[in-house]
Nanobody, 120 residues
Framework: QVQLVESGGGLVQPGGSLRLSCAASGSTFSINDMAWYRQAPGKERELVATITTGGTTNYADSTKGRFTISRDNAKNTVYLQMNSLKPEDTAVYYC??????????????WGKGTLVTVSS
């Protein structure tokens, strides 16, 4: 019904930048809060950043000052601009969205993830 597809991951050197995108597509729907999560090798999945429909943002302490989450409601897309990347940022990044689906109600959707590797 509603699909989230991440893109923009790849290999980047420490100190570099990367911009992730997550586009939602499907039948008629609306999106409430959106978020980015990540899961590093051998670690639990953690919340990276959130953004409300009104643009209010929240960040994990480890990413404050380096990452910026934004959204384009007209394009049903959320972005994550990552600057000053560190090897510790290496992880699979997942897009998450609270979606209002017609005749169904509120559902939580996940993308399949995009890999970000920070290494020299």
């Amino acid at each position: 019904q509603v699909q989230l597809v991440e893109s923009g991951g790849g290999l980047v050197q420490p100190g570099g930048s990367l911009r992730l995108s997550c586009a939602a597509s499907g039948s008629t729907f609306s999106i409430n809060d959106m978020a980015w999560y990540r899961q590093a090798p051998g670690k639990e999945r953690e919340l990276v950043a959130t953004i409300t429909t009104g643009g209010t943002t929240n960040y994990a302490d480890s990413t404050k000052g380096r990452f910026t989450i934004s959204r384009d409601n007209a394009k049903n897309t959320v972005y994550l601009q990552m600057n000053s990347l560190k090897p510790e940022d290496t992880a699979v990044y997942y897009c998450n969205a609270e979606v209002i689906a017609p005749k169904i109600g509120v559902i939580v959707c996940w993308g399949k993830g995009t890999l970000v590797t920070v290494s020299s």
